[in-house]
T-cell receptor, first 115, second 112 residues
Framework: NAGVTQTPKFRVLKTGQSMTLLCAQD?????MYWYRQDPGMGLRLIHY???????AKGEVPDGYNVSRLKKQNFLLGLESAAPSQTSVYFC??????????????FGSGTRLTVV | RKEVEQDPGPFNVPEGATVAFNCTYS??????FFWYRQDCRKEPKLLMS???SGNEDGRFTAQLNRASQYISLLIRDSKLSDSATYLC?????????????FGAGTILRVKS
């Protein structure tokens, strides 16, 4: 099973350039999430989606946009990259549950450097 | 105050030692709790869920104290392969999106 796949794994952008990070999951999960991880700050939620065609803002949404046109895919876009967006980006997915939580499955991450 | 707080460490221990990490959370209504393990430059992976009654998985024991709002992880007979960052994770409430909140992690280094 592939689980959660992120592409690309590495990228270097110049300030002002745009790019899209792709997350694909084959577990039929309803919920998908984009986090960024910076040293000493832990994982912070950027945007998330509770189903196809829906998205919502997380803790640090500014400078990012997302789309979920298909259930299995969740795209994260940077319209005009800034050095402050240098980070490791993780996509995650989970089942929707009314009781209890079973945790996330994470992709392997995208290391983005903005120069 | 952060929603989930952990001692960043590092905890440097010899092989075979027992080591314990604690984590505190701020939202008393939190529903679900987890420990994740993250190796250097890798994605976090679920180590174990934490239940109110406490739970054990081999050398790992997790405890939850709702009254004091803390979670603990005990590792017995430490192995070199246990070296990693351990993330304390909380689901604050069963709200829209079932979002998890992550602590910044505790670094464990096991030395021979």
């Amino acid at each position: 099973n592939a689980g959660v796949t992120q592409t690309p794994k590495f990228r270097v952008l110049k300030t002002g350039q745009s790019m899209t990070l792709l997350c694909a999951q084959d577990m039929n999960h309803e919920y998908m999430y984009w986090y960024r991880q910076d040293p000493g700050m832990g994982l912070r939620l950027i945007h998330y989606s509770v189903g196809e065609g829906t998205t919502a803002k997380g803790e640090v949404p500014d400078g990012y946009n997302v789309s979920r046109l298909k259930k299995q895919n969740f795209l994260l876009g940077l319209e005009s990259a800034a050095p402050s967006q240098t980070s490791v980006y993780f996509c995650a997915s989970s089942y929707s549950r009314t009781e209890g939580h079973y945790g996330y499955t994470f992709g392997s991450g995208t290391r983005l450097t903005v120069v | 105050r952060k929603e989930v707080e952990q001692d960043p460490g590092p905890f440097n221990v010899p092989e075979g030692a027992t080591v314990a990490f604690n984590c505190t959370y701020s939202n008393s209504a939190s529903q679900s709790f987890f420990w994740y393990r993250q190796d250097c430059r890798k994605e976090p992976k679920l180590l174990m869920s934490v239940y109110s009654s406490g739970n054990e998985d081999g050398r790992f024991t997790a405890q939850l104290n709702r009254a004091s709002q803390y979670i603990s992880l005990l590792i017995r007979d430490s192995k070199l392969s246990d070296s990693a960052t351990y993330l304390c994770v909380v689901n604050p409430v069963m709200e829209y999106g079932n979002k998890l909140v992550f602590g910044a992690g505790t670094i464990l280094r096991v030395k021979s």
